[in-house]
């Protein structure tokens, strides 16, 4: 039986990818795209997700409009110089055919959760404000939701957007907080794993053989994404695979390496957004989060290129 999920968005270039290997995956069953600010703003990635449910004709998959602030902190940027300036490597693609729903990104998960409880797994693969404003409008639905599994943080590794913090979490640390010390499990998919996961040159090469619209679109918007690696890590045209990694964690599990241990979230100053683990339980209680550590790379590359190429 396939995995009943709503992914949390800001597409973005990987989100891209991570869409349309979810979509592509008979395991899941994609019920809804809720959009976020981040990579772009709330109204820009709005337009993107419509874009990627009408691309292959999911165009019957809601997409609702999420918040556009954070929780407390005022929005400092959005990652124009990563993703291109509409978030899709400022290829300035047709305006989608289709709207959004009624429902605000946080009414769709809260009423998705209550019709179908225990059955929902959440996939945030931007900031987490969404899901902790659903969180804290309805404490109930921590109970329902079946799992979280997000892609942000680091805990062993250097983050992205400062020296300890990753982006995602660094762009509503206030919610991610939240997140992490929510009741129902939650699995964190952060640097610690992504960065391992590389996709090269020659990985595209392979990919973009397949030809269909889902690699065309992929192929179209990559190279101001791997200019972003090339210019800030020296990558030469590889990837990191970041929101990819946490569809295939839900497709295989089996492929990573976890550890269960409380997760605590920097609100201000330097350390803004810094994902802490604390291992030896020296802080308050906290419940558990389940944090990625290792990874199977090939087999989540492998995986990843199956799906697209199928």
């Known amino acids: 039986m396939s995995q009943k999920i709503i992914i949390d968005t800001d597409p973005g270039i990987d989100d891209t990818i991570a869409i349309m290997t979810a979509l592509r995956s008979p395991e899941l069953e994609v019920l809804g795209l809720t959009s976020i600010f981040g990579n772009a703003t709330t109204e820009i990635t709005t337009q993107n997700a419509l874009r990627l449910v009408e691309l292959e004709g999911h165009d019957s998959i809601p997409?609702?409009?999420?918040?556009?602030?954070?929780?407390?902190?005022?929005?400092e940027s959005i990652a124009s110089d990563v993703h291109g300036r509409d978030g899709m490597g400022n290829t300035n693609l047709p305006a989608p055919k289709g709207k959004t729903i009624d429902k605000s990104a946080v009414e769709f998960i809260i009423d998705t959760v209550h019709a179908c409880p225990g059955e929902v797994t959440l996939i945030p693969v931007g900031p987490l404000t969404n899901i902790a404003v659903a969180l804290k409008t309805d404490p109930s639905i921590a109970n329902l939701i079946k799992k979280i599994?997000?892609?942000?943080?680091?805990?062993?590794?250097?983050?992205?957007?400062?020296?300890?913090?990753?982006?995602?979490?660094?762009?509503?640390?206030?919610?991610?907080?939240i997140v992490m010390q929510a009741s129902c499990p939650v699995v964190m998919v952060g640097l610690d794993v992504t960065e391992q996961v590389i996709m090269t040159p020659q990985f595209f090469d392979e990919l973009f053989k397949a030809g269909n619209p889902a690699t065309n679109l992929i192929r179209r918007i990559l190279p101001v994404y791997q200019d972003y690696h090339d210019r800030f890590l020296g990558m030469g045209g590889s990837i990191h695979t970041h929101d990819p990694s946490a569809i295939a964690y839900l497709i295989n599990p089996?492929?990573?390496?976890?550890?269960?241990?409380?997760?605590?979230?920097?609100?201000?100053?330097?350390?803004?957004?810094?994902?802490?683990?604390?291992?030896?339980?020296?802080?308050?209680?906290?419940v558990e989060t389940e944090v990625c550590l290792e990874v199977n790379s090939s087999g989540v590359l492998d995986l990843i290129k199956e799906r697209l190429t199928k």
């Open 149 to 177: 599994v997000l892609m942000g943080g680091a805990v062993s590794v250097p983050g992205n957007i400062s020296p300890v913090a990753e982006a995602n979490i660094y762009h509503d640390a206030h919610a991610a907080d």
């Open 254 to 286: 089996d492929l990573f390496t976890t550890k269960s241990v409380p997760v605590f979230v920097e609100t201000e100053r330097r350390c803004k957004g810094k994902t802490t683990a604390d291992w030896h339980h020296q802080w308050e209680k906290r």
């Open 63 to 75: 997409v609702a409009r999420g918040c556009d602030v954070p929780l407390v902190m005022e929005l």
